[in-house]
Nanobody, 126 residues
Framework: QLQLVESGGGLVQPGGSLRLSCEIV????????IAWFRQTPGKEPEGISC????????DYAASVKGRFSISRDNAKNTIDLRMNSLKPQDTGVYYC???????????????????WGKGTQVTVSS
């Protein structure tokens, strides 16, 4: 059984930076694309970034493009989301999701995910 464990959330001031990590436990990560989602109260999770199984392809939502960067280290089974120039509207619970794929693409669609982590809280506030 594949498990995803997020870490790195916390409180940061507007304009600051955070790095979130998603660790894959229980399986090698080669066959899975990974996506990061952000959920705010009363809303569905928004897919903000994804990365293909090899790391060759990445994708970002317009709301974070140019500020967030996703990367993965398959040797360490970790996927990082570096978040810069954070804004109060970036506040939310951040989840990573894993999608079993056999191609070199990735998806930010919530219903495409096969596994989910439990999330980590990010609060951007002065």
């Amino acid at each position: 059984q594949l498990q995803l464990v997020e870490s790195g959330g916390g409180l940061v001031q507007p304009g600051g930076s955070l790095r979130l990590s998603c660790e894959i436990v229980g399986f090698t990560e080669g066959d899975y694309a990974i996506a990061w989602f952000r959920q705010t109260p009363g809303k569905e999770p928004e897919g903000i970034s994804c990365i293909s199984n090899t790391g060759a392809l990445t994708d970002y939502a317009a709301s974070v493009k140019g500020r967030f960067s996703i990367s993965r280290d398959n040797a360490k089974n970790t996927i990082d989301l570096r978040m810069n120039s954070l804004k109060p509207q970036d506040t939310g619970v951040y989840y990573c999701g894993a999608e079993r794929r056999f191609d070199s693409r990735c998806s930010r669609v919530r219903t495409d995910m096969n596994y989910w982590g439990k999330g980590t809280q990010v609060t951007v506030s002065s």
